[in-house]
C-alpha cells in the first residue's frame, strides 16, 4: 500500500476531497471559524462542476505566492494536502509569517484530519512532514496552536516537539523547531 505523503492541492483527488468536506460540514464545520469552514462556505456550492474545483486548486496554489494579491491582514500560505493514492485525507497550511491575529489563534500551522481517517497517526506525519516544508521557508520555529480542549492535537504538536508557551483564550500556543 502507497505510503501518505504531501501534495499541491490537485484535481486528482477530487472525489475524495468531496466526500471528505462533507464528513467536515457534517461535523459543522461549514462556515466556522477555520480555514476548512470558510473554504466550504465559499467553495462548496460549486465544487462539484470540475472548472470550480480546478479554479480551487489553482487559487491555494497561488496563495503560496507573495506576489498574490490577498485581503488585508491575510499573509502568504502554503496548503497541502495528504493524500494515500488518489485518497484525500487531510490538508496542513503553513502561514510564511505570522500577524498579531495568527500569533493569539492560528499559529504557523494549522492542519484538519478528514473523520473517517482520524486515529490512524495522520496527525502526527503530516506535522513532522510539514517542518521542513516551514524551514525551507525561513521558518526556524514555527508557533502551532490547538483549542485547550483538543487533547489529539495537544499530543500531535507535543509528539513533534512542541514546547507550550502559554494559554491565550481558549488556545494553547507552542513552539515547535523546523530544522
Known amino acids: 500500500m502507497e505510503q501518505a505523503h504531501f501534495i499541491e492541492p490537485d484535481a486528482r483527488v477530487h472525489r475524495s476531497f468531496l466526500d471528505a468536506m462533507d464528513e467536515f460540514a457534517a461535523e459543522g464545520r461549514a462556515g466556522d471559524n477555520s480555514m476548512i469552514g470558510a473554504e466550504i462556505a465559499e467553495w462548496a456550492p460549486g465544487w462539484q462542476e470540475p472548472e470550480v474545483f480546478e479554479a480551487y486548486t489553482r487559487q491555494l496554489r497561488a496563495d503560496a505566492l507573495e506576489e498574490t494579491p490577498r485581503a488585508a491582514g491575510w499573509v502568504p500560505c502554503t496548503t497541502l494536502w495528504w493524500v494515500q493514492g488518489d485518497d484525500y485525507l487531510g490538508r496542513l497550511a ?68 512542541g514546547v507550550l508557551e502559554d494559554q491565550c483564550g481558549n488556545k494553547l500556543r507552542f513552539w515547535v523547531r523546523t530544522r
Open 94 to 161: 503553513i502561514r510564511h509569517r505570522l500577524t498579531r491575529h495568527l500569533r493569539e489563534v492560528g499559529g504557523h500551522i494549522g492542519y484538519d484530519v478528514r473523520a473517517s481517517r482520524r486515529r490512524e497517526g495522520h496527525g502526527t506525519a503530516m506535522l513532522a512532514a510539514a517542518l521542513p516544508v516551514a524551514g525551507q521557508l525561513g521558518i526556524a520555529q514555527a508557533l502551532v496552536t490547538c483549542d485547550v480542549d483538543n487533547v489529539a492535537s495537544r499530543r500531535t504538536i507535543e509528539r513533534n516537539g
